[in-house]
């Protein structure tokens, strides 16, 4: 019996735009499904910036916590930017999200200082729900 040949074809994955255009509120362009496919294919990473008991209320799977307080009190612990570098690669666009819009706009500085691509998206977390993005449901 002969080996099946497998051929793989080499499919790029969708990544992001080098540069992001921002609102003059400082929210991304860039719409909920194609972040979602970016995402997907690891070429962006997704957090999530509300409150620890907003996020125990429901979160997206895809999503890293790094709630907007911790992140100004903590940003100046060499621990915790190491802890947060394992978690948030700094290697591709971070697409932020809260609420409503408005803390992962104040988050984008301080993320920014830290050597990350911030791109505060406009939706939150009940806008992702209903643009597809799915819930965590442990």
Known sequence: MTPALVLLALVPMPAPPAT?????RGHTT??????????????A??????????WEDGHLLA??????????E????PAWVADLKR???TDRPVYTHCKSGGRCVMAAEPLRELGYDVRPMKEGYVDLLSAGFERDEN
């Open 20 to 24: 992001d255009n921002l609102t003059p």
């Open 74 to 77: 903590k940003a100046n612990d």
């Open 30 to 43: 860039a719409e909920p499904a194609q972040i979602a496919a970016w995402v997907n294919a690891g070429t």
């Open 45 to 54: 990473t997704l957090v999530d910036v509300r409150e620890t008991d907003e």
């Open 87 to 89: 978690r948030v690669p």
């Open 63 to 72: 999503a890293t916590l790094v709630p907007l307080s911790e992140l100004g």
